[in-house]
Structure formats: C-alpha cells, structure tokens
C-alpha cells in the first residue's frame, strides 16, 4: 500500500481559491488526486484549476447558504462521480476585542467558518456514508483549543467546527469515514495581510512561537495530505496542531 498516494481519488476543497485552501488543492494534486476546488471567487477559482490540470474543476458556492452547498456537492458528483476527500477551508476573521463585537460580525464569521463548514461536511458525508469510505478535513485554528486577543467570535467558531469534528468522527468512524481537524498557528495569507502589517501584532505573535517564523500556507500541505491518505486510517476525531510549538509553551 502506498500511503500517501491519492491516485484515482477526488478532493473537494471548499475555499480553495486562495491561501490555505489553495495550497491544500495543490498539494493534493501533487499526491495524485482530482480536485475540484470550489470558492465565492470565480477568477480565484479558475486560476488555481489552471494551475492544476490533470482534471480539476471549478465551482462557485457560497458556505453561507445551506442550499448552494448542496447545489454545489450535487454538481461535483454529477462531474467527477464521487467524493473521497472533503477539505473545508473557507473562512473569515474579524478582529474585534469581546465589547466590541456587534452582531453583524458574529454572524458574518459564524456563518461562514462555523454553520458553512458544519453543513458542507453534512452534504458530502451523505455521498460518503452511501460509499462507506471517505476523508473530512476541517482548517480550524491553534484558537479552536486556545485563546487570543480581539479573537472572540473567531475562536468560537473554530472551536465550535473542532467539536462538531469529534462528534462527526464518532457517529462515523465504524463507516469509513475519517473526520479530523488542522490547527494551523498564525498563517501569512491574504486573509491576513493587514494583521501582518502591523509591526505590533507580528512582534506580539511571533514572541510566541518557539519555532521563531511564521506559518506559511505550504507548511499545512503535509497535515492534509496525511490526513487525506490512507497513512491517516486510524487517525479520528483527531486535532492536528501546525503551530510551531505555540501551544507547547
């Protein structure tokens, strides 16, 4: 058996138009596996598909809408014709300490990375199950097990997304289907580019990383294609953290 080899298997990375999503799609690509990459973003979307080749598709949904999730899992099946591999990676962050957090923000952050992450592991595992085989992977954060500053609403919402993962893994772990989490740390991504300008927050973050750098995109590829492969078979309801050591300290 060859571990890490995803030949013949098809990945949905949902959010896959930039950032972690996108070097998720391209590090399962590079293992073998067809990917369909799905975002709010057309020009996103196609060019990673073009970046990609060997078979890659791009499709339009929006997490935040319970019905263009379904929508958008039926037309990867009636593409490629099943589902191996689910990575959910769209997310949002807005920065707001806890008496400054209004409604429209807690909503905006919880549909999005909490409610759309929830219902697109739903869908596919319906297709899942039916197969008896399948990989769900979900980007949280180091913040769905710690805390942080003007991160309220963020990390409740990843630390809602890790239980949900626990819970999924039990109701599914005797069906073939394997439902972990990556706790990546601060990562230096679009999302994140005005966190990043600001000389105060790099310093108050980078302080805490024993590993002394940043976490680039690329360095979650390997968590997610392990986690995808059949190397990962035994791994459930599992938080992989890529932190540096942040939580070790």
């Given at each position: 058996m060859k571990l890490f080899d995803l030949s013949g298997r098809v990945a949905l990375v949902v959010g896959g138009g930039r950032g972690l999503g996108r070097a998720s799609a391209l590090g399962l690509a590079s293992a073998g596996a067809t990917v369909a990459v799905a975002s709010r973003t057309d020009t996103e979307t196609e060019a990673v598909v073009r970046d990609l080749g060997n078979g890659a598709t791009a499709h339009r949904i929006d997490v935040r809408s319970v019905a263009d999730i379904r929508r958008t899992v039926d037309e990867v099946l009636e593409t490629h014709g099943q589902i191996d591999i689910l990575v959910n990676s769209a997310g949002t962050n807005i920065q707001q300490s806890v008496l400054d957090v209004t409604e429209q923000a807690w909503d905006q952050v919880m549909d999005t990375n909490l409610k759309g992450s929830f219902f697109c592991a739903q869908a596919v595992a319906r297709h899942m199950l039916a197969r008896g085989s399948g990989k769900i992977i979900n980007i949280a954060s180091t913040f769905a097990s710690l805390g942080f500053y003007g991160r309220a609403v963020y990390a409740a919402s990843k630390g809602g997304m890790m239980q949900f993962t626990r819970v999924m893994a039990l109701e599914w772990a005797d069906k073939g289907i394997n439902v972990n989490a990556i706790g990546p740390t601060a990562v230096r991504t679009q999302m994140n580019a005005k966190l990043f300008a600001d000389e105060?927050?790099?310093?108050?973050?980078?302080?805490?990383?024993?590993?002394?750098?940043?976490?680039?995109?690329?360095?979650?590829?390997?968590?997610?294609?392990?986690?995808?492969?059949?190397?990962?078979?035994?791994?459930?309801?599992?938080?992989?953290?890529?932190?540096?050591?942040?939580?070790?300290?």
């Open positions: 105060a927050y790099r310093n108050k973050v980078l302080s805490r990383i024993p590993a002394g750098r940043w976490c680039e995109p690329e360095d979650v590829v390997g968590a997610v294609v392990f986690l995808a492969s059949p190397s990962s078979d035994m791994v459930n309801g599992h938080l992989l953290l890529v932190d540096g050591g942040w939580s070790a300290i």
